[in-house]
């Protein structure tokens, strides 16, 4: 989110920087245009090097960071949510019944 307002990027430059597989934390290498002046402005680069590699100008779905976080979180909660919900109806299961229960006593 910080590079986002570091380097000026978009939601779009950003989803297509994490298609391309590119480390947010390396943009600075990429993005010194002022003191090495060959190089493209870092969202030309990406949109350059997106559209070399899966031939479209932008992504299909284009979705911010925000938001496929919370859709993470969601998946994450409901993952939880059936797991919580397994285990109980495994150790119901699993109970001994009163009689075993006397037999240790």
Do not use: C
């Amino acid at each position: 989110m910080d590079v986002r307002k570091r380097y000026r990027l978009s939601d779009l430059h950003i989803q297509m920087a994490r298609e391309l597989g590119m480390n947010p934390k390396k943009f600075g290498k990429i993005a010194n245009e002022k003191q090495e002046p060959w190089k493209a402005p870092l969202p030309t680069f990406i949109e350059r090097i997106y559209f070399k590699r899966f031939g479209r100008e932008r992504p299909v779905d284009v979705k911010s960071i925000e938001e496929v976080l919370r859709a993470n979180e969601k998946k994450k909660e409901e993952r939880r949510k059936r797991k919580r919900m397994q285990k109980g109806s495994d150790q119901s299961d699993q109970e001994p019944d009163s009689s075993a229960l006397e037999i240790i006593s």
